[in-house]
């Protein structure tokens, strides 16, 4: 084999490697920052360690993690040896030095960004990466020793998932018309014009002294825009009452998650996702429907593509619906991890029938959600198998800016049953095809359930299990996007108290549960 001759670069290094032992006096380009990485590195690796699901040792996954220099310059390696970490270029070391004390995170991540400074000042491929490249690319080679869902955020990407889950500045007012008159439309919940006393259909008369009148709608939204913490003077009239003026001070609007409509006599509710208020959304949505006249019959809930988000949110979305029993239970290695959520709300539905809408794309915490009300016989779940998300990530803000999700914690059904891999198994099946659901629900309509016999299975799993085992399961009921059916089968249930009660309850899962 022919050797490719070294870069005149690394022929110098390696030279001053004879001459200074562990080249500890060599410099590093001047363009990376050392200083940066050393305290992200670090605080990322004690962050981490205690933690992860099975104990791992700070040396090993910062060793994963220089594995990143070799990703960005394929011919560059890190190696642990003899208690010193060494950088090898082609058949040469180009830097060693000490490895820090194992427990040591901080130390780690400075000797860490001491070697990545080091490679940085020799490999074009690394400075064109940057800072910001070698560390990014260290956390991918780290996180690929993990789960799907352990990742780092960059500040900026992490400034705006944080506002995607925190929502947005503002007042939370939509405008809109009724004849001339310009009125509020939409009032967000929790916004800064709810909690002022805003409410839809008041006639907006001025925005900071300045009439409406004659006004564009959209000039008049642009005006109501602001950096939070900025003020509008609002003039309105309520109905049957006179003009006041309320100060708004531009704040935090939560994002809108929960949309509720009525669909004949059955209420609708769509979630899309669990963020910060996503709970307080949920239960005025539901109390909204159930204020209605003529009240509804029974409620469906729509989680199809929902993918997840805080897990707490979900707990108090439970909570509305399920007076009392086990929402979710929480298990990891950090004894903080464990945690057993409970229902302590009250059921504001009174009882109604609720069937729950999920999909191949409905995870994390929009499965807690159905796994909970379905396991506590509160509710019917139709669709398909859902993503099998189960488990919890803690986050931590980095130096800089940066975020860390790190996996810490199963999710475990009030059953016992796993959701990580085998995912929410539903009492009406919508993916094998139309035949197949009308025989479902014809059968369910004589008080028999045709997944009895799966659905048992599903909720007598414990994990640790075999992937063969999940994908057997879930084969009962394939996960699947866009097949049609969910609401006529979903109406069918409810229009059917024998029927639902037959899809609610089964004598086979039940007594799995008691042999569990």
């Given at each position: ?84 970490l060494l950088l090898y270029g082609p058949n040469r070391i180009i830097f060693a030095t000490a490895a820090p004390q194992p ?258 794309a409905t995870a994390s915490a929009a499965e807690v959600f159905s796994a909970s009300l379905s396991d506590n016989d509160r ?32 999710m475990i059904a009030p059953r016992g049953w796993p959701l990580q891999g085998l995912g929410v198994f539903p009492e009406l ?88």
């Amino acid at each position: 084999m022919r050797h490719r001759r070294a870069p005149r670069s690394w022929r110098f290094v390696a030279l001053l490697c004879v001459v200074l032992p562990f080249c500890g006096a060599y410099a590093a380009a001047p363009g990376f920052g050392t200083a940066r990485a050393g305290a992200v590195w670090g605080a990322a690796l004690e962050f981490i360690a205690p933690r992860t699901l099975e104990p791992l040792g700070i040396p090993r996954m910062a060793v994963w993690g220089l594995s990143g220099i070799t990703a960005l310059d394929p011919d560059l390696t890190v190696q642990e040896q003899s208690g010193k970490l060494l950088l090898y270029g082609p058949n040469r070391i180009i830097f060693a030095t000490a490895a820090p004390q194992p427990t040591d995170a901080m130390a780690w991540g400075d000797a860490c960004a001491a070697v990545a400074a080091r490679a940085f000042a020799v490999s074009p491929a690394l400075e064109r990466a940057g800072t910001e490249g070698v560390i990014r690319s260290f956390f991918d080679e780290l996180f690929n020793h993990f789960d799907p869902y352990s990742r780092y955020e960059a500040p900026r990407e992490a400034a705006q998932d944080r506002a995607m889950r925190l929502g947005h500045a503002g007042l939370g007012i939509t405008l809109g018309r009724e004849g001339s008159a310009v009125v509020v439309a939409r009032v967000a919940p929790s916004s800064p014009a709810d909690e002022a006393g805003i409410a839809t259909g008041m006639v907006v008369l001025a925005i900071d002294g300045a009439a409406t009148a004659g006004r564009h709608l959209a000039a008049l939204q642009s005006r109501l825009r602001g950096p939070a913490g900025s003020s509008i003077a609002l003039t309105v009239r309520p109905a049957r009452s006179l003009p006041q003026t309320v100060r708004l001070t531009s704040g935090l609007v939560p994002t809108q998650t929960v949309f509720g409509s009525m669909n004949g006599d059955i209420a609708m509710l769509r979630v899309i996702g669990f963020d910060r208020d996503t709970g307080e959304q949920f239960a005025a949505a539901l109390g909204a429907l159930m204020a209605g006249n003529p009240a509804p019959k029974g409620i469906v809930i729509d989680l199809r593509g929902n993918r997840g988000g805080l897990l707490r949110q979900s707990a108090l979305s439970v909570d509305t619906l399920l007076g009392q029993g086990t929402i979710i239970r929480t298990v990891g290695r950090d004894p903080v991890a464990d945690r057993l959520w409970r229902a302590e709300g009250g059921d504001l539905a009174r009882g109604l029938p609720v069937v729950i809408l999920v999909d191949g794309a409905t995870a994390s915490a929009a499965e807690v959600f159905s796994a909970s009300l379905s396991d506590n016989d509160r509710a019917v779940v139709v669709g398909s198998a859902t993503l099998g998300k189960g488990l919890v990530q803690s986050v931590t803000s980095l130096p800089g800016g940066g975020e860390l999700f790190v996996t810490w914690s199963r999710m475990i059904a009030p059953r016992g049953w796993p959701l990580q891999g085998l995912g929410v198994f539903p009492e009406l099946c919508t993916s094998l095809g139309t035949n197949s659901l009308a025989a479902q629900i014809a059968s369910l309509k004589a008080g028999r359930d045709m997944l009895a016999k799966p659905l048992a299975e599903t909720r007598a799993a414990r994990a640790p299990m075999p992937l063969a085992e999940v994908l057997a399961l879930r084969d009962s009921c394939p996960a699947s996007v866009g097949s049609s059916g969910y609401f006529k089968a979903a109406k069918a249930l409810i229009d059917d108290p024998v029927a639902y009660r037959a899809a609610l309850i089964h004598p086979l899962v039940a007594a799995a549960a008691r042999g569990a």
